[in-house]
């Protein structure tokens, strides 16, 4: 039994703490504040961009001449995108975070004494 708890500090990590924290990763990354709101600004984005191009011409002289729907729709897509975008180039490192966090709380708690 001996072995098995040397090969696991040998190995690394324990494999249950490995599983939690990749757990941790999935959630960080799934509750992402930029894939929320790049998935809500690309749907709709879509949605106005829709509107705009099966309006009528009421809409358009509504607006002076100019179609507000389809600008606004690009543009609420091109901010989506970029969201999603910047989400996919630039995840979130959780290990990082949490390493942080530790440190400023063992730096507070160290001038807390001192």
């Not at 949605?47 to 609420?76: P, Q, R, Y």
């Amino acid at each position: 039994m001996s072995d098995d708890s040397s090969r696991d500090s040998a190995a690394g990590r324990d494999p249950e703490i490995e599983r939690t924290e990749e757990a941790r990763s999935s959630a960080a990354s799934l509750f992402d504040l930029r894939r929320i709101i790049g998935g809500l600004f690309t749907l709709y984005g879509v949605l106005v961009l829709g509107a705009g191009l099966f309006d009528g011409s009421n809409a358009k002289e509504k607006a002076s001449g100019l179609d507000i729907n389809i600008w606004t729709g690009l543009g609420m897509l091109l901010l989506g995108f970029g969201m999603l975008a910047w989400m996919a180039l630039r995840p979130v490192d959780v290990r990082a975070v949490q390493d942080e966090m530790d440190e400023s709380d063992g730096r507070s708690a160290g001038t807390a004494e001192g």
